[in-house]
């Protein structure tokens, strides 16, 4: 059963309360990963068995599945599965083609010319969950920007399940986007292996992807202990919806358990204008939460969050704003005018015929989002992901002239001779 709070009963120190994430056992889980991230470091591949026969209880023969394994296990998808993923490439490629852009030359005085290029990471590593769900949306998302960008080395990984390999929609995408080895390694072992780089597998520049605890620690902790990028902090999955009168209270319990049924660690929390709309909302979550497969660990996710009653749509905006989820739905027929008030949000819904469903598999937009609030700080992953921007610049005999004196009088007020003499000895022999 969600908790209810009331928004104009709640102090400040309360609302920062409400909009922190499950924290508990942090320091747990930072101690386990630490431990993995070393052993990775310091044991290699056999680390990696070890840790695959004792997370994922399988003896793998091999590291990874190659192409003519990826090829045989893709055969065997189902036609409509392997339909549903076409239409979804075609569209998260449509979309994600569309950022792809060239900035023009700015001569920001005369003769002094300056200008940006993007470069594609040259090393990539992707992270495909694959723990309690496989998630080959997940390859999608992050594969299609990756290749648009044109990442010259694609590192994948993701659990090996029970038979010891991946699944054949994991296995189909791979072959979509020409990816020749799938790396069967999970959790912070895997982000370890692609930050250090072991025998067998390859040592990336930037690591990408969702996952659980483990895997979002091991992102963040590589940062400082290999100088590893990451591309967010991308958690437990979370949603936050807004709603008013005019929701459909059915549509709003769905969508609360779609992203409930991640994990027990996710959370879904649902902003409301009236008593009647979350009492409404809450009878149709009982009876949509009964009939799924997942309900157990749908329903600890429940626990785990809570129901906000506001006096209008502004003030949801405001709790919606502090909260800073990844998902924001917008149930209600004023989304319109709701839009400029949102300031934190990875991804955002609008209307009540938008789940958020469908951005996470197949309208366009990617669903790797920030989680825990740093969407307050952090964007989702798209094609300026994947590259880095070099600045240029010319300076011709003109453009010397003209900008000389302002480096030279801004460098001895430095301190900084050489500086200015970079530039007075051109001045003198022009
Ligand atoms: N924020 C986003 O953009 C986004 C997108 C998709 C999914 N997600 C989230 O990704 C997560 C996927 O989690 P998952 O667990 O299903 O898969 P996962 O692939 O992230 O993790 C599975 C791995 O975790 C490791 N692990 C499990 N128990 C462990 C333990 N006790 N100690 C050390 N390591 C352990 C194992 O190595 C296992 O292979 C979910 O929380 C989901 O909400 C987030
Ligand atoms: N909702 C997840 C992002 O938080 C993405 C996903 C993949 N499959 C289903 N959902
Ligand atoms: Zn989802």
């Known amino acids: 059963m969600l908790k209810l709070y009331s928004y104009t009963d709640l102090s400040e120190q309360q609302i920062e309360d409400l909009c922190l994430r499950q924290l508990e056992d942090d320091n747990t889980i930072q101690e386990r990963v630490k431990e993995i991230i070393d052993r990775v470091k310091s044991a290699g591949d056999t680390a990696l068995y070890d ?72 090393r990539v590593g992707l992270y495909i969950p694959g723990g309690s769900a496989v998630l080959p949306s997940t390859f ?8 648009l960008a044109g990442c010259k080395e694609i590192v994948v990984c993701s659990p090996p399940q029970k038979d010891g390999k991946t699944n054949c929609y ?4 791979a072959l979509k986007l020409g990816i020749e080895k799938v790396y069967l390694i999970g959790g912070a072992q895997a982000v370890a292996a692609m930050a250090f780089g072991t025998k067998t597998v390859p040592k990336v520049y930037k690591i990408f992807g969702p996952g659980n605890r483990y895997v979002t620690q091991a992102k963040q902790m590589v940062q400082s202990l290999a100088g590893t990028s990451i591309d967010m902090p991308a958690g437990p999955s979370e949603v936050l919806v807004l709603a008013d009168d005019t929701a459909n209270p059915s549509y709003v319990a769905s969508d609360l358990l779609a992203q409930a049924e991640h994990g027990a660690d996710s959370q879904a929390i649902l902003v409301a204008t009236s008593r009647e709309i979350i009492t409404e909302t809450l009878k149709a979550l009982d009876v949509q939460l009964a009939e799924l497969p997942r309900k157990e660990v749908t329903a600890r996710a429940i626990d785990n969050s809570y129901a906000v009653l506001v006096s209008d749509l502004a003030q949801g905006m405001a709790f919606s704003n502090a909260y800073a989820p990844e998902h924001l739905i917008l149930a209600t027929e004023r989304f319109e005018e709701l839009i400029p008030l949102i300031s934190n949000a990875g991804s955002v819904f609008l209307g009540n015929l938008t789940p958020e469903s469908a951005g996470d598999y197949a309208s366009g937009t990617n669903h790797t989002l920030p989680t825990s609030g740093f969407a307050k700080a952090y964007s989702g992953v798209s094609l300026d992901s994947f590259v880095k921007k070099i600045t240029f610049q010319h300076i011709s005999p003109q453009g010397l002239q003209n900008i000389g004196n302002t480096v030279e009088i801004l460098a001895e007020a430095e301190g900084l001779r050489a500086h200015r003499n970079a530039i007075s000895i051109r001045l003198k022999t022009q």
Not at 60 to 86: F, H, N, R, V, W
Not at 140 to 145: A, D, E, K, N, S
């Open 51 to 122: 840790y695959a026969l004792a997370f994922d209880k399988v003896q793998l023969a091999q590291l990874y599945i190659g192409k003519e394994e990826i090829l045989e296990i893709a055969a065997t998808i189902p036609e409509d599965a392997s339909k549903a993923i076409d239409t979804a490439y075609d569209n998260i490629y449509k979309f994600h083609a569309s950022q792809v852009s060239k900035e023009g030359k700015v001569e920001t005085m005369q003769g002094v010319t300056c200008w940006r290029e993007s470069r594609a990471i040259e």
């Open 140 to 147: 999608l998302m992050l594969g299609i920007p990756a290749m």
């Open 170 to 173: 994991v296995a189909y995408v």
